[in-house]
């Protein structure tokens, strides 16, 4: 995804973190930070609030063809992708140790089915929670969208 941007990088980027800046800290809007020439930014709900999960822009400001512009995609952060398999973990475990046969243990048949059970409910959950944010929430895309091209493009 590009934003043109009106005028030079360091007027864009000034621009951009104006908007950061400039949102109430009790309210929700457009959040994130700016090293750099590196740009990520996201959409808060409140205050207290980032959802991990939730699409996020990340991108860098380019200088092309004599013009500056902002170039990036949505996707998660790279904590969120860790933290999934994070929150597999656990279901891959119950799953494992009820499928899979040994002999050191006698068969308890009840037992398995329980792990079993519950290996497929922590796996529905973590996979929910992260369809829930990234999915559930189809107006972020859009407004992180447009707060960018707010910020960065001629007034």
């Known amino acids: 995804m590009t934003f043109d941007c009106a005028g030079s990088l360091a ?8 908007v950061i800046d ?6 929700a809007g457009l959040d994130g930070w700016i090293r750099g020439d590196g740009v990520v930014l996201y959409y808060r709900d409140s205050s207290k609030y980032r959802a ?8 860098r400001f380019r ?24 929150w597999l973990a656990p279901a891959v475990v119950c799953l494992v140790i009820a499928l899979v046969r040994t002999r050191l243990a ?4 009840g037992f398995r089915i329980v792990l079993g059970f519950l290996g497929a409910l922590l796996a ?3 996979f929910g929670r992260f369809a829930l944010e990234w999915w559930g929430r189809p107006g972020d895309r859009d407004a992180i969208t447009m707060a960018i091209r707010g910020a960065v493009q001629a007034h």
């Open 124 to 126: 529905l959950l973590a």
């Open 106 to 109: 006698p068969h308890i048949g």
């Open 52 to 59: 991990l999960f939730r699409p996020t822009f990340m991108g």
């Open 11 to 18: 007027d864009a980027r000034a621009r951009l973190e104006a």
């Open 22 to 27: 400039g949102r109430p800290w009790n309210t």
């Open 63 to 86: 200088e092309r063809g004599g013009r500056t512009v902002l170039e990036g995609r949505f996707g998660l952060t790279w904590f969120a992708r860790a933290l999934l398999p994070v």
